[in-house]
């Protein structure tokens, strides 16, 4: 055989596949996709709604309690500088999607990382999936996302759950093994049931890594949904899209800035959640 | 009453126990079926019972299959094959939920390494076993309250078990197995991360707890000392087998083996070793309706000694005379012992500890009573020379000369 002529058709196999999953399930995923941008436009045309200060104020409060004093002033001074810029629009919108997709990757990633430390079979089944999903450049997860969810942000989304997921599932997974042999000993001992034993001793224990996992979730997710304003979601990532194609750089580090400082809130705060979590 | 009953335990750790296991009752060692099989025998066809009520001490050192053997108990490691006997119920052919309830019921744990749960309060540890039965929240903290003073630890209960020390933290522990108030108490090698001071006041209070409690308890240890101290009985192991069983005083008097030899020559014989053990017959004695003053300065000077014991109905003592009071009652004429008799102060019981003897001997030299706790006869004498003498004794039959 002539090896170069021959090459084995693994982009065309796979475009064929999602033709197909995509063709069958349409219906399921335009379902998905209505009902998922409803309820994203109406959170944030609630959202916009608001004054802002009003919302700013509410948000550092919320940082203060849930972090500390100086999350709260920064949160408060971080917001009040992207609504000076009048980003605060596509800011709501990045903050919309960011905690949509982190609240899907956490509810699908959490219980995936309790299952793969539970069984070892489907770690090992798990673990190169999630090297693969890693690794694969996040572009990439953009193109089939168009035929199944159509442009805008369900695609983006989806994306970004397949893209920030894996930190969930891996710390989970780790949070639970690492709970000392012993504990899990005395809780056998005294006749806990194996889900007496996952959440009165294991999760419980594990909760500061799986916190961690999820920060890195959020952190993933944030940057994610910047890169997924190439397929139509907005906010701040499409702003520094659409300085990009003006080559406004100031425009451009406006908008960087911008996500730059919802970063920094929402891993303050998540932080302080974790470690308090102990 | 038997509460629990081990017969012929194996446990083989290794994918293929079979063949092991056919070695092991052809009796063929644990070195020897490692290397030939690939499997590591942990517990080798060991076969024991413990009596409602009593402490029975399992000693080894690491490696010889001593958690191994209690983690058997309750199925915390599924034996290869025996049996194990709980209240009479074969406990290796329990479902999974018969076994859960068996071990909220029966059976209380206490780790060497404490193992409490750190996301817990001190009470909230201590609740564990009554929080996954169901128990609702106001019996199940009045539980722990009880089980929390019964281990002197009132007032800590809502600290974490990191704010405690080593010794306050395995209170914790104990107190999170009693406040199930189960039948059977698994201390596995529970006071070995204490330092040696606090050891020994856990020991002495898990003692003295255990004169109200009356738990069936199964103690770890590689320390022979903490074994002798406070195990009604105790099962030697090594290798994984059991190498001998029987009260303290049966292994350390007669040692069944080389290996046991060896094991008790290290011991602190004055804790162990009894009066009864060391000391000497009671003769020369003076005999309160018998003898006189003068019998009395003569048989002491034959004897070469200053004191006397007095014997009266039965050989129960009655006192002492020294020669120098029967000196002066010969003077005065006086013919029975009556007026001289002193109080014998010195006197022990048979099962005294040599540890506690030692002082009284002091600094006088005078000899101490051995004397029968039910009728007061006496049994025998212990001078100084005879309590050395017996350690010795026992030091030389122990070094395996």
């Known amino acids: ?63 203060w309690r849930l972090g500390s004093r100086r999350i709260g002033l ?18 709501i919108a990045t903050i919309t999607l960011v905690l949509f997709a982190t609240a899907i990757a956490t509810c699908l990633g959490v219980p995936l990382g309790i299952l793969a430390a539970m069984h070892k079979g489907w770690a090992r089944l798990i673990m190169p999936v999630l090297d693969f999903m890693q690794t694969m450049p996040a572009f990439v997860y953009l193109i089939p996302a168009i035929p199944f969810f159509g442009l805008g942000p369900v695609s983006a989304i989806f994306s970004t759950v397949i893209f920030a997921m894996p930190p969930s599932i891996r710390l989970t997974c ?30 419980p224990l594990a909760m500061p890594t799986i916190m961690a996992g999820i920060n890195q979730t959020i952190m993933l997710s944030l940057s994610m949904v910047v890169i997924a304003a190439m397929i139509g979601a907005k906010g701040l990532g499409g702003e520094v899209w659409k300085a990009i194609q003006r080559l406004e750089p100031g425009l451009g580090f406006e908008a960087g800035l911008g996500v730059v400082i919802v970063a920094v809130i929402l891993d303050r705060i998540t932080q302080k959640i974790g470690a308090r979590s102990v | 009453m038997e509460k629990i009953v081990v017969q012929n335990l194996v446990k083989i750790f290794g994918d293929k126990p079979e063949k092991a296991l056919r070695l092991l009752r052809q009796g063929q060692g644990k070195n020897a079926i490692l290397a030939e099989t690939g499997q590591a025998v942990g517990v080798a066809d060991v076969s024991f019972s413990v009596t409602a009520g009593e402490i029975m001490v399992i000693m080894g050192l690491s490696g010889s299959g001593k958690s191994t053997l209690v983690r058997c108990i309750n199925r915390l490691i599924e034996p290869t094959s025996g049996h194990i006997l709980i209240d009479g119920t074969d406990i290796t052919t329990l479902s999974r939920e018969e076994l859960t309830r068996l071990r909220r019921t029966k059976f209380g744990m206490v780790f060497q390494g404490f193992a409490l749960f750190p996301h817990r309060s001190v009470v909230q540890n201590v609740e564990f076993g009554l929080d996954i039965q169901g128990i609702p929240p106001k019996e199940r903290r009045d539980r722990a309250m009880a089980a929390l003073s019964q281990v002197g630890l009132t007032g800590w209960e809502e600290r974490r078990p990191e704010a405690l020390s080593g010794g306050m933290q395995q209170r914790v522990g104990l107190a999170r197995a009693l406040a ?13 991360a204490l330092d040696p001071l606090i050891r020994r006041d856990m020991q002495d209070e ?4 255990q004169d109200t409690v009356k738990k069936t308890i199964l103690f770890i240890t590689h320390d022979l000392d903490e074994a002798v101290k406070i195990g009604d009985h105790i099962v030697l192991m090594k290798d994984g087998a059991l190498i001998q069983s029987g009260t303290a005083e049966d292994i350390l008097t007669n040692p069944a083996s080389r290996y046991v030899e060896r094991f008790v020559e290290d011991v602190d014989f004055t804790k ?36 006397l014991f007095v014997l009266g109905q039965s050989r129960s003592l009655e006192g002492v005379v020294t020669a120098e009071d029967a000196a002066r ?22 099962e005294t500890s040599i540890q506690d003897i030692v002082p009284l001997l002091g600094s006088d030299k005078e000899p101490v009573a051995v004397v029968d706790d039910k009728n ?9 020379g005879s309590l050395l003498a017996g350690l010795a004794d026992k030091g030389r039959t122990n070094n395996g000369f």
Not at chain 1, 74 to 91: E, Q
Not at chain 2, 273 to 301: C, E, F, N, Y
Request: hydrophobic residues 50%; without cysteine.
């Open chain 1, 174 to 203: 780790l949070g639970i093994r690492q709970v000392p042999a012993p504990l899990i000993e005395a809780a056998d001992a005294f006749g806990a049931t194996r889900s007496q034993r996952l959440f009165k001793v294991e999760l």
């Open chain 2, 206 to 209: 898990l003692l003295s707890l």
């Open chain 1, 1 to 63: 055989m002539d090896f170069e002529q021959f090459r084995i058709p693994l982009g065309s196999s796979l475009e064929a596949l999602i033709n197909i999953l995509s063709d069958h399930l349409a219906p399921l995923t335009k379902a998905i996709s209505a009902v998922l941008e409803t309820a994203i436009d109406a959170i944030d045309s609630g959202l916009m709604h608001l004054p802002p200060w009003a919302l700013i104020l509410a948000l550092g409060l919320a940082a």
């Open chain 2, 376 to 384: 007061g006869r006496l049994l025998g004498i212990i001078v100084q």
């Open chain 2, 272 to 307: 162990i070793l009894t009066a009864r053990s060391v000391m000497l017959p009671p003769s020369p004695t003076a005999l309160i309706h018998h003898d006189g003053p003068r019998l009395a300065l003569h048989k002491m000077a034959e004897e070469g000694i200053s004191r």
């Open chain 2, 329 to 350: 009652a010969a003077e005065h004429g006086d013919r029975t012992l009556q007026g001289i008799i002193r109080p014998a102060d010195k006197r022990v019981s048979a």
């Open chain 1, 74 to 91: 920064f949160t408060v001074l971080g917001l009040g500088l992207i609504w000076n810029l009048g980003l605060w629009d596509p800011t």
């Open chain 2, 180 to 192: 199930l108030d189960p039948d059977i108490l698994l201390m596995d090698e529970a006071f070995s």
